[in-house]
């Protein structure tokens, strides 16, 4: 029978390579930023739609992000952080500066702020969180009351 690293050796493992890579792309090694990409494009991604709700926008935030692991991997210091932590920071800067970037070119963006705000933020309990109850039931209050009466067996 194979035995398995447990969890914390296998994250620890995770995260060296992660530093091995950054320090292959800041000597230019383009196949470590391949390998990066590979490794967290999913989750970089995953984030910007997840903020954005568009996939064409989370596409390029994601690009924009893995341009700047590029053009700035001397910047990142693994004393200071993991590879995860800089990279996710970047995508949730990025994506925010594309919901302004947006909203500024008077484009239709449907998510506003509490929007943003109610997706990267976890609620703390099953159900939501005080805050996204009384957005709900504000939003309740603008229906008219057939409509209501029809939502609030839901």
């Known amino acids: 029978m ?23 792309v800041v000597r230019g090694e383009q196949d470590a930023l391949e ?29 924009d992000v ?10 990142f ?3 200071r952080g993991a590879f995860s932590s800089w990279v996710l920071t970047m995508t949730h800067h990025g994506s925010i500066d594309a919901l302004r970037r947006a909203k500024a070119r008077g484009s239709q963006v449907t998510n506003t702020l509490d929007n ?10 099953p159900g939501g969180s005080s805050w996204q109850k009384m957005r709900l ?5 603008t229906l008219p009351d057939k409509q ?3 939502i609030e067996p839901a």
């Open 2 to 24: 194979v035995q398995s690293r447990p969890k914390g050796e296998a994250r620890e493992a995770e995260k060296a390579r992660d530093r091995e890579l950054m320090r292959r």
């Open 35 to 63: 390998e990066l990409m590979l490794r967290w494009r999913r989750p970089v991604y995953s984030l910007a739609l997840r903020i954005l709700r568009n996939p064409e926008l989370a596409e390029e935030v994601s690009q």
């Open 66 to 75: 893995f341009l700047k692991v590029w053009k700035h991997a001397a910047v």
């Open 77 to 79: 210091e693994d004393q």
């Open 116 to 125: 943003v705000v109610a997706a990267t933020l976890p609620s703390p309990r």
């Open 137 to 141: 039931q504000e939003a309740m209050e």
């Open 148 to 150: 209501r009466k029809v």
